[in-house]
């Protein structure tokens, strides 16, 4: 029997990483004021269709959505801001002293399965209820950016947006449905279709036309009114005061529809395409239109397999590169002192007489990228036989593309 296409078991020899993410976030949001707070994985329908937008890629086609035995529309939460927006007006959550609360736990979205995106993934967020002092956005992009720090997560970039409001954002999108249409030849089929339904969307379309098309796209901060401009100025002048960089990026739009005033992404350029590791920001009419009281709300989650992932490069790793010398004569030493010449990376020779299988050990026990194993065969053949020990493939190659692919590599 096989798992499900784009779903993984975490085993025991994976549980510690996921036990470590876990403790530093929740020591980190603890000691920050928040409140851990579970909702259930499934729920109606209707709430994520409001919620989270009907417009959008995920309720469009990413919901596992079904019919319960008593006909009732149910799906498996796909994020989990409407859940806990739905938990705090069931609850009457307004009456608690404390507005601020986290959850980790399991989401939900039928996507295409590619590295580092599954169709059960895992999600760190915080909400905050019933605040709209700007000092809240600078305290979430700040503690986001601790717990990252915490979890020794480098390379981090921050981008903000403001992103307008109900009166606002209208006449901007009327404008930017003007721009679109004016290139409607050179957008993609998606986009063609979001020009009417949510033009917002072409500029995070990731298709090369529509991206270049994008690029002179009108601009939200023309368009912002002063109670947005407001705001948005109030909280660069936070994240300034606690010495938080960032980058204003005009064109950064978040999925879902419900964002307002204030949105941020924390990137780094370390998993390729997939460089989001945090995102979040405002949405004040997200708790009306779930039936709740007119109530200011922000948040942000972040995606632990990713988070993991980052924490896997930094963390574990003692040696770039474990030369397997099985062979007597100098052949592993010139690759050696090549390989630092070149790439100035960490390499560990082996000069102990022992089997390959017990140096394969001995590499994985070390905590070692790369095993470059090098006996009598391939000196003769002026090639190396190599071991990626975190995707464990393992490639023969010649001696010269060898050097030439680890240059590039680290460049
Ligand atoms: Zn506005
Ligand atoms: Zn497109």
Not at 157 to 172: A, F, K, L, S, V
Not at 186 to 206: A, F, Q, S, V, W
Not at 213 to 241: G, W
């Amino acid at each position: 029997m096989e798992i499900l296409r784009g779903f993984k078991d975490i085993l025991p020899t994976d549980i510690k990483k996921w036990h470590k993410l876990e403790e530093i976030a929740r020591n980190t949001l603890e000691s920050f004021g928040y409140k851990e707070i579970r909702t259930p994985l499934l729920e109606k329908t209707r709430l994520f269709a409001r919620g989270v937008g009907e417009d959008t890629d995920i309720v469009e086609k990413e919901m596992y959505t079904f019919l319960d035995k008593s006909n009732e529309s149910v799906t498996l939460r796909p994020e989990g801001t409407a859940g806990v927006v739905r938990a705090y007006i069931d609850n009457h959550l307004e009456n608690l002293p404390y507005k601020k609360y986290y959850y980790i736990g399991a989401m939900f979205r039928y996507e295409r399965p590619q590295k580092g995106r599954l169709r059960q993934f895992h999600q760190i967020g915080v909400e905050v209820f019933g605040i709209d002092n700007p000092s809240i956005d600078a305290e979430i992009v700040h503690l986001d950016k601790t717990m990252l720090e915490k979890l020794k997560i480098g390379d981090l970039r921050i981008e903000i947006n403001n992103i307008g409001c109900d009166r606002c954002r209208p006449e901007y999108i009327k404008k930017l449905q003007e721009y679109f249409t004016q290139h409607k030849d050179k957008l993609c089929e998606d986009c063609k279709r979001r020009l009417n339904k949510n033009p917002l969307r072409i500029l995070d379309c990731k298709n090369k036309g529509c991206k270049t098309v994008a690029k002179d796209a009108p601009k939200i901060t023309d368009y912002a009114c002063d109670n947005c401009k407001n705001h948005f100025n109030n909280v660069k002048k936070k994240l300034q005061s606690l010495n938080i960089e960032f980058i204003e990026n005009p064109y950064l739009v978040r999925g879902l529809d419900y964002y307002t005033k204030f949105v941020f992404e924390i990137i780094t350029d370390k998993l390729g395409a997939q460089g989001t590791v945090s995102a979040g920001g405002r949405y004040d009419g997200l708790i009306e239109q779930l039936g709740g009281k007119a109530t200011p709300g922000i948040g942000f989650a972040s995606g632990c397999e990713r988070l993991i992932e980052l924490m896997d490069e930094e963390k574990e790793l003692l040696f770039d590169y474990y030369i397997a010398n099985l062979s007597e004569d100098d052949y592993a030493l010139d690759i050696a002192s090549k390989l630092i010449n070149l790439t100035n990376k960490r390499i560990y020779v082996e000069y102990e007489k022992r089997s390959l299988k017990s140096m394969m050990k001995k590499a994985d026990r070390m905590g070692t990228r790369f095993v470059v194993i090098v006996g009598e065969n391939e000196k003769n053949k002026n090639s190396v036989l190599v071991k990626d020990m975190k995707n464990s493939t393992q490639n023969e190659y010649d001696l010269k593309i060898f050097l030439d692919n680890e240059v590039k590599r680290w460049l």
